[in-house]
Nanobody, 115 residues
Framework: QVQLVESGGGLVQAGGSLRLSCAAS????????MGWYRQTPGKQRELVAT???????DYDDSVKGRFTISRDNAKNTVYLQMNNLKPEDTAVYFC?????????WGQGTQVTVSS
């Protein structure tokens, strides 16, 4: 059974930093593409960043230069380092795994950036 558990969200002032973590289990983590997505009320979930099993990364233009996605295969964990946070980064952040054609989501963690 696939499980993705996010942590690290919270309230931070604009310009501050947070690091999100997503602990994974139930599949071969090292073979999966992992991603972070975010969603605000009334809007569709949107891509923030992804990292492949070969550690190739991709970012939405709105976070390039501020956010960094990384993974630790020994810990089955993917991270999202978020620097220079802006109020528009406020959202629920979700972890996603894609492996062998199957996609799973975590429950989300709230990030709130105050101005």
């Amino acid at each position: 059974q696939v499980q993705l558990v996010e942590s690290g969200g919270g309230l931070v002032q604009a310009g501050g930093s947070l690091r999100l973590s997503c602990a994974a289990s139930g599949f071969i983590f090292s073979l999966a593409t992992m991603g972070w997505y975010r969603q605000t009320p009334g809007k569709q979930r949107e891509l923030v960043a992804t990292i492949t099993n070969g550690r190739v990364t991709d970012y939405d233009d709105s976070v390039k230069g501020r956010f960094t996605i990384s993974r630790d295969n020994a810990k089955n964990t993917v991270y999202l380092q978020m620097n220079n946070l802006k109020p528009e980064d406020t959202a629920v952040y979700f972890c996603r795994s894609t492996s062998r054609g199957f996609t799973s989501w975590g429950q989300g963690t709230q990030v709130t950036v105050s101005s």
